[in-house]
């Protein structure tokens, strides 16, 4: 599986950003797709996760903020960040994870500062 993932930037402290992850490759079934986050000094977090079911995980400190959705035909999950804060900072990553184990997307850098 091969993750591609696009969005990101620069966004003043209450402003939105979208962030894409489409998967390619030999996809199976059931799976998850979501985003964990890594900020300077931090571990890598969990920030939301989408099953195939459509069941949807998030940490405490994005609920209300952030939503998480998938499109199943193509494998496509995309993470809507609302209200966005200075400490959401930090370089998100997309994660595609089934029987075989997990796959790694590319870093895209999310900075929230004015």
């Known amino acids: 599986v091969q993750l591609q993932a696009s969005g990101g930037g620069l966004v003043l402290p209450g402003g939105s950003l979208r962030l894409s992850c489409a998967a390619y490759?030999?996809?199976?079934?059931?799976?998850?797709m979501g985003w964990y986050r890594q900020a300077p000094g931090n571990q890598r977090e969990l920030v939301a996760s989408i099953h195939s079911s459509t069941t949807t995980n998030y940490a405490d400190s994005v609920k209300g903020r952030f939503t998480i959705s998938r499109n199943n035909t193509n494998y496509i999950a995309d993470l809507q960040m609302n209200s966005l804060k200075p400490e959401d900072t930090a370089v998100y990553y997309c994660?595609?994870?089934?029987?075989?184990?997990?796959?790694w997307g590319q870093g895209t850098q999310v900075t929230v500062s004015s």
């Open positions: 994660i595609f994870s089934e029987g075989r184990g997990d796959f």
């Open positions: 490759g030999i996809i199976g079934a059931p799976n998850t």
